[in-house]
């Protein structure tokens, strides 16, 4: 079993998992945790989504809760708990023309019980098909209404031919609980750091269990490391897993500090930070040092409210969330449908995915206020050994030129991450500039106070 530490000193710094990643081995054992979790049934609520929580309880301490339906959470409510055990049309021969067997996408999420025996005519209203994608199967739901329907390809929708179906949805929708996965990693300091990740689609493979593996893998990593902050890690069903989770933990929503929501992280688009609603949080200006200049780029843009950012960036909330993403809402005609499958997942995009977010972290992580020690003007290194120090380090040139950075932005107002982005030069640079100057007792490095990190208020809807 890997060692867990508790955010303890004697712990090995991220910077050591940075150094010693290996991206080919992680991206194919991510791939395989997502090829596990693909036949899965999840919706909202059901066993499906609870034994998916469970599984990646293997890679992190993954604690599960339990809210009852009909719980009130703001101004929304807990949906009765759905399970579906078999779902299938067959004709009159006895052959299952749509089978849940096949793709647990063929079934209407939150469909009701079904037995009947119908013409292809009264069975057409519940049928749904891309028509541009003949081969394609959509992915549709009906949580919050009682309705019932099958999914599948239009091509098989054509060679349908008129006459008599055998129709049955064995499904239960009756009072039990929504399921929510935690994961918490308690760090030297209370200030928390949240990481989402919605876990409520079924056989899609990146939309969103690519982010759901890269979640875990990522609480797996700090788990082993020296932590600052506190991590906590929230796997919930989208829109109403959010929402319940906020109403009922009012005390730790108000010790995040930062926070990410992930979903599609697995597809070759380029990866991409959507700012948080406040628009220059501590994590957005990270984003624009760390991950926009990263070797394989990312793409900084706005806020968007499409997904669980919106319940955590909502006025009465105004946590600091942004977004890491790669095709993201709405960007591929594939999102919810059958073409979302195992091979738009590459194990390479999964394992630069969590890089990047490790890197983003490291700089969370290691980000200070600067303030200069030395005299009135600018203390002569080379006496000190400074030069001497940087001279057989691989970045000496980059090294050197961030030193006069450093010390002409060391006011104590001006933190790592501002002054990387200042000068353009990288923030591991900076940072391992800074460390030789701190070494040197000529600047000091003081912890960033969680309001100027843009973190959420005090106040805000109880």
Same mark, same amino acid.
């Given at each position: =079993? +890997?060692?867990?530490?508790?955010g303890?000193?004697?712990?090995?710094?991220l910077?050591?998992?940075?150094?010693a990643?290996?991206?080919?081995?992680?991206?194919?054992?991510?791939?395989?945790?997502?090829?596990r979790?693909f036949?899965?049934?999840?919706s909202?609520?059901g066993?499906?989504?609870?034994?998916s929580?469970?599984q990646l309880?293997?890679? &992190?301490p993954?604690t599960?809760t339990e *809210?009852?339906s009909g719980?009130?959470?703001?101004?929304w409510?807990?949906p009765?708990?759905w399970n579906?055990?078999?779902a299938f049309v067959?004709?009159a021969?006895?052959?299952?023309?749509?089978?849940?067997?096949?793709?647990?996408?063929?079934?209407?999420?939150?469909?009701?019980? @079904?037995r009947r025996r =119908?013409t292809?005519?009264?069975?057409?209203?519940?049928?749904?098909?891309?028509?541009?994608?003949?081969?394609?199967?959509p992915?549709?739901?009906?949580?919050y209404?009682?309705s019932?329907?099958?999914c599948?390809?239009?091509?098989?929708?054509d060679?349908m031919?008129?006459?008599?179906?055998?129709?049955?949805?064995?499904?239960t929708l009756?009072p039990?609980?929504?399921t929510?996965?935690?994961?918490?990693?308690?760090?030297?300091t209370?200030?928390?750091?949240?990481?989402?990740?919605?876990?409520?689609?079924?056989?899609l493979?990146?939309d969103?269990? #690519? &982010?759901?593996?890269?979640?875990?893998?990522l609480?797996?990593?700090?788990g082993?490391?020296?932590?600052?902050f506190?991590?906590r890690?929230?796997?919930?069903?989208? +829109?109403?897993g959010a929402?319940a989770?906020?109403?009922?933990?009012?005390?730790p929503?108000?010790? @995040?500090r930062?926070g990410?929501s992930?979903?599609?992280?697995?597809?070759?688009?380029?990866?991409t930070?959507?700012?948080?609603?406040?628009g220059?949080s501590e994590?957005?200006?990270?984003?624009?040092?760390v991950?926009?200049?990263r070797p394989?780029?990312c793409r900084?843009?706005?806020?968007?409210?499409y997904g669980?950012?919106?319940?955590?960036c909502?006025p009465?909330?105004? =946590?600091?969330?942004?977004?890491?993403?790669?095709?993201?809402?709405?960007?591929?005609?594939?999102?919810?449908t059958? !073409?979302?499958d195992?091979?738009?997942?590459?194990?390479?995009?999964l394992?630069?995915?969590?890089?990047a &977010?490790?890197e983003?972290?490291?700089a969370?992580?290691?980000n200070a206020?600067?303030s200069?020690?030395?005299?009135?003007?600018?203390?002569?290194?080379?006496?000190?050994?400074v030069?001497?120090d940087l001279?057989?380090?691989?970045s000496?040139r980059?090294?050197? #030129? !961030?030193?006069?950075?450093?010390m002409s932005l060391?006011?104590g107002?001006?933190?790592l991450?501002d002054?990387?982005?200042r000068?353009?030069?990288?923030?591991?640079?900076?940072?391992?500039?800074?460390?030789?100057?701190?070494?040197?007792a000529?600047l000091?490095?003081?912890?960033?106070?969680? &309001?100027r990190?843009?973190a959420?208020?005090?106040?805000? *809807?109880?």
């Open positions: =079993m +890997t060692r867990r530490h508790e303890r000193s004697d712990a090995p710094p910077r050591d998992a940075l150094v990643f290996d991206p080919v081995r992680t991206g194919d054992e991510m791939h395989a945790w997502v090829s979790l036949p899965l049934c999840r909202i609520t066993d499906g989504l609870r034994e929580l469970r309880g293997e890679l &992190a993954v599960l *809210v009852p719980t009130n959470v703001f101004d409510k807990v009765l708990e579906v055990r078999k067959a004709d021969t006895g052959r299952r023309v749509i089978d849940l067997e096949r793709s647990s996408l063929h079934v209407v999420g939150y469909s009701i019980p @079904v =119908m292809l005519e009264e069975l057409r209203p519940h049928l749904h098909s891309i028509p541009s994608h003949p081969e394609w199967i992915y549709r739901t009906s949580y209404e009682e019932w329907g099958f599948l390809s239009q091509s098989t929708l060679a031919t008129p006459g008599d179906y055998d129709v049955v949805i064995d499904s009756a039990g609980s929504m929510l996965g935690e994961c918490v990693l308690p760090g030297e209370g200030d928390e750091v949240l990481v989402s990740a919605h876990s409520c689609h079924p056989s493979a990146n969103n269990l #690519s &982010a759901m593996v890269v979640a875990a893998f609480a797996r990593t700090l082993q490391v020296r932590r600052r506190t991590y890690f929230l796997f919930a069903p989208g +829109t109403i929402i989770w906020l109403a009922l933990n009012p005390g929503r108000r010790g @995040v930062a990410l992930v979903s599609c992280l697995g597809d070759a688009e380029p990866l930070y959507h700012r948080t609603r406040q220059d994590l957005d200006r990270i984003a624009e040092v991950l926009q200049r394989g780029g900084v843009l706005d806020f968007a409210p669980d950012e919106r319940q955590f909502s009465g909330i105004d =946590m600091p969330v942004g977004v890491l993403t790669r095709s993201g809402h709405g960007a591929s005609e594939k999102q919810h059958s !073409a979302d195992l091979g738009l997942v590459l194990p390479s995009c394992s630069d995915s969590l890089l &977010a490790l983003a972290v490291h969370l992580e290691a206020l600067v200069s020690l030395g005299p009135g003007c600018e203390p002569q290194l080379g006496r000190r050994g030069y001497r001279a057989m380090r691989p000496k980059l090294l050197e #030129s !961030a030193l006069p950075w450093l060391g006011d107002k001006h933190s991450v002054i990387a982005r000068s353009s030069i990288p923030f591991a640079v900076v940072e391992e500039a800074a460390r030789v100057l701190e070494g040197q000529l000091r490095l003081d912890e960033i106070s969680a &309001a990190s843009g959420a208020s005090v106040g805000g *809807v109880q």
